[in-house]
């Protein structure tokens, strides 16, 4: 027996020695290394993938604080008030440059996305996994989904851009901005083979995913931007066409019982969710307080849109004026004081909160009304939404905004549909649409004659301010200079026709140093 053992040593001995001897031994081959190569090989590495893919989608507005507030700064329906750097070129907008913090960090979110979508979408096209068909079809989907979301958003801000379709593992320097015909075209196809191959609400691994109605929204948009309004406003019908989506039209979630109206509801924290009873919803960010990566590092929307009322003698932190904002936005004059109707729902003292009252019992205007002036009024003390209003005792600071984000709901659905029957002439079925919301939010109905683009803006304004990226909006539209010469004194002076794009981050150029990559007009 003992002989046995050695003889076995001695074999096992010769076995390494000799392998030593051979280049391949030495070899790395690291089977437990988090590496496309190695992960995207089987669902668990595409789930960890996508997982990914969202945190990055996420954290669209990382980096500066105030990088969130320059989507709503310096347009129709926003001034800065309390402003980090990187928001002042968006108000005084001779000092944007290619230089540009916010601009440059909007690039680097959208080719970092961009790029983690190829990521997964080569490794399946490759052939080298382990999923089935439906698999294969659904990861590429959802990739192609958030490569479409970064793409739209970058050209929306650029214009034509360069087109990255596959994966890059090597640096590279010869970049050429495509044609935004082309952009457009790419997008399109991304999101068709995702409104297709998605699912829809009742077949959703968990509700956070993205599901069919959200690639037809997104869809009805990129159309309308390509100037195909038909095919827009197929795809807002086919969201709104959904038996899963409704608007929300009666009270409901954790405070039903409490004061409050329909809309307010949407925007409670314990009631964003679908399946917290938000029917309206078709694509929510979930966010968790105290969740290791469960949250966006800097984000700062409460911040943004809660004023700085802590800053005035007399006044605490309370959940009920909304936590701890700073008042990096100002509203403008014409969106606090003409652009809703008193009758308006969403215009009530549970979505605008206009009036404040000393809530310190020990300051001796206990109760009675602030009444500011001069700086406090753009800081301070002002008119804001209620959307973004959030509390937790854990964190009274209020450093971090840990509340959902919608990022679509069916409200907005009903606005693209009536700007693509606007575009095909349909005006009574545009006022139709139109009056689907006002009826909601018992708001004075419109007329055929009455509607036009700005009409669909101001009803945008009423229905969407601080939910979507207006900023966006104005250009994809090609209004932002127009509306704000006419709403926003601030920035009137300022502003020039150019300004409907961004400047091309200009490491961007330098760096790319084997092709041109042109600068937009007037940087």
């Not at 439906?134 to 801000?157: C, P, T």
């Not at 890059?168 to 970049?175: E, N």
């Not at 009826?439 to 301010?465: K, S, Y």
């Amino acid at each position: 027996m003992k002989k046995l053992v050695l003889y076995i040593y001695a074999l096992v001995l010769f076995s390494v020695l000799g392998a030593g001897c051979k280049k391949s031994f030495l070899d790395e081959n690291l089977k437990s290394a988090y590496a496309p190569e190695n992960t995207l090989v089987d669902p668990l590495g595409f789930e960890a993938a996508i997982a990914g893919l969202q945190n990055t989608v996420r954290d669209q507005y990382e980096g500066d604080q105030g990088i969130i507030a320059t989507m709503a700064s310096g347009t129709d329906i926003a001034r800065n008030g309390q402003a980090t750097s990187a928001m002042v070129p968006y108000e005084s907008y001779g000092q944007l440059n290619s230089q540009d913090v916010a601009s440059a960090g909007f690039w680097r979110w959208g080719y970092k996305t961009v790029n983690s979508a190829n990521q997964i979408i080569d490794a399946i096209e490759s052939g080298s996994t382990t999923l089935t068909p439906d698999q294969k079809n659904g990861y590429i989907a959802e990739a192609k989904f958030f490569r479409a979301y970064a793409y739209n958003f970058m050209s929306s801000l650029y214009g034509g851009i360069p087109l990255v379709k596959h994966s890059l593992t090597a640096p590279k320097t010869d970049f050429v901005r495509a044609p935004a015909d082309s952009v457009l075209n790419f997008i399109i196809a991304d999101l068709n083979y995702a409104a297709v191959n998605l699912p829809d609400f009742s077949k959703l691994k968990a509700q956070g995913r993205i599901n069919k109605s959200a690639a037809s929204q997104l869809l009805a948009l990129v159309y309308l931007r390509a100037n195909k309004p038909d095919l827009a406003e197929a795809e807002a019908k086919k969201v709104i066409a959904n038996g899963a989506l409704r608007l929300i039209n009666t009270r409901y979630g954790i405070k039903k019982d409490q004061p409050g109206d329909p809309f307010s509801d949407m925007f409670i924290y314990g009631n964003m969710r679908r399946n917290q009873g938000n029917a309206e919803a078709i694509w929510v960010i979930e966010q968790n307080y105290n969740i290791p990566g469960g949250f966006s590092p800097t984000d700062q929307r409460r911040r943004c849109w809660v004023p700085f009322y802590v800053n005035i003698p007399g006044m605490l932190i309370a959940d009920s004026l909304g936590g701890r904002g700073i008042g990096r936005i100002r509203p403008t004059n014409w969106w606090t004081y003409d652009l809703y109707k008193k009758n308006d729902m969403r215009n009530s003292g549970f979505n605008i909160h206009r009036k404040f009252y000393y809530n310190d019992p020990t300051s001796p205007k206990y109760g009675k009304q602030v009444v500011v002036t001069g700086f406090d009024t753009i800081q301070n003390i002002y008119a804001h939404t209620t959307k973004w209003n959030y509390y937790t005792d854990q964190e009274p600071f209020g450093t971090i905004t840990y509340k959902d984000r919608i990022q679509m709901r069916l409200g907005e659905t009903y606005l693209l549909l009536a700007e693509a029957q606007f575009k095909q002439g349909k005006l009574s079925e545009a006022a139709t649409s139109i009056n689907v919301l006002r009826t909601r939010a018992n708001a004075d109905l419109v007329q055929a004659g009455d509607i036009t683009m700005d009409l669909i803006l101001d009803e945008r304004a009423r229905e969407l301010t601080a939910e979507e990226d207006r900023r966006v909006t104005l250009m994809r539209t090609g209004t932002l200079f127009d509306r704000v010469q006419k709403y926003n004194p601030t920035s009137a002076g300022s502003i020039k026709a150019f300004n409907q794009l961004l400047p091309i981050p200009q490491a961007e150029i330098d760096l790319n140093k084997d092709a041109k990559l042109d600068q937009n007009t007037g940087y």
